[in-house]
């Protein structure tokens, strides 16, 4: 059984940094793609980046880049998300998503979330200005 669980969260001002992790703690598959949303509050979940299932081929959403790093140990069946120089409008809960198949339905399907089966229960980022 999947178990997606996140941790790293936490208030930080802005210009912090702060490292998110999610661990498929039922290890039920290895080394499958996997990514990171985030939803705001009254708004829509929105893409943040994804990882390969050999952690070679990383995807950022536009907002992030250069900021964010996500990056995988396969032998821990965890992902991270690096977060530097933290803006307010990141302020967020952060969810770490697994996708079952191993290649995504097209070359520009890492940001769906339709993509993505399993779900963790989110992790609060509070970014204060």
């Known amino acids: 059984q999947v178990q997606l669980v996140e941790s790293g969260g936490g208030l930080v001002q802005a210009g912090d940094s702060l490292r998110l992790s999610c661990v498929d703690a039922?290890?039920?598959?290895?080394?499958?793609?996997m990514g990171w949303f985030r939803q705001a509050p009254g708004k829509e979940r929105e893409f943040v980046a994804a990882?390969?299932?050999?952690?070679?081929?990383?995807n950022y959403a536009d907002s992030v880049k250069g900021r964010f790093t996500i990056s995988r140990d396969s032998a821990k069946n965890t992902i991270y998300l690096q977060m530097n120089s933290l803006k307010s409008e990141d302020t967020a809960v952060y969810y770490c998503?697994?996708?079952?198949?191993?290649?995504?339905?097209?070359?520009?399907?890492?940001?769906?979330?339709?993509?993505?089966?399993?779900w963790g229960q989110g992790t609060q980022v509070t970014v204060s200005s």
């Open positions: 998503a697994l996708r079952e198949a191993v290649y995504y339905s097209s070359p520009t399907a890492w940001g769906l979330p339709d993509e993505y089966k399993y």
């Open positions: 039922g290890r039920t598959f290895n080394n499958r793609p």
């Open positions: 990882i390969n299932w050999k952690g070679s081929l990383t």
